[in-house]
């Protein structure tokens, strides 16, 4: 019972990160971002929904499979801290590229964003392999999304 509320817990917290991401990034959609020049790899507006919901689930398994190990170890709680910091830059990048309306301070964000995913992976990697490998098509898609946030920048 006990990991079953941890499971939840731990998605639920990924999934909120999410939703103030959406939160920030909603009425900018068709006000602000609409009216850039985007790349030709852009993909539709639709698809950054289903593909964020995603991620912040596999997100939250890997975090709860870290958790499971013992919050009494220093290497777990250190991995989670890590993983923390990168949630809440994920977070931030919606409030600066979307509210604050800056993609060029986005970029540094995400950049941050990546080399803290990175280190949650490896971090991760000494106390679940599972858990490291459900962060992949994160820092994949972050990787692609790091490429538009630039892109977006030099066009406009």
């Known amino acids: 019972m006990k990991d079953i509320f941890r499971s939840i817990l731990a998605i639920a917290i990924c999934q909120l990160a999410g939703l103030i991401g959406v939160v920030f990034t909603a009425s900018a959609i068709p006000t602000w971002y609409s009216t850039l020049a985007k790349p030709a790899l852009n993909p539709p507006n639709w698809i950054f929904g289903p593909v964020w919901t995603m ?3 596999l997100m939250g398994i890997a975090a709860f499979l870290v958790w499971k190990k013992g ?3 220093t290497d777990v709680r250190k991995a989670l ?3 923390g910091v990168q949630l809440i830059l994920n977070s931030a990048w919606s409030i600066v590229f979307f509210t604050l309306q800056s993609p060029a301070w986005a970029l540094v964000n995400i950049m941050a964003m990546w080399l803290a995913i990175v280190w949650t992976m490896i971090l991760f990697s000494k106390l679940s392999r ?3 490998w459900l962060l992949v098509p994160y820092i ?4 692609f999304a790091t490429y538009l946030n630039y892109s977006i920048l030099m066009l406009n």
């Not at 994949?140 to 990787?143: A, C, E, I, T």
């Open 55 to 57: 991620l912040y689930s």
């Open 71 to 73: 919050w009494e170890r």
């Open 81 to 83: 801290s890590v993983f």
């Open 130 to 132: 599972t858990a490291m």
């Open 140 to 143: 994949l898609w972050v990787s």
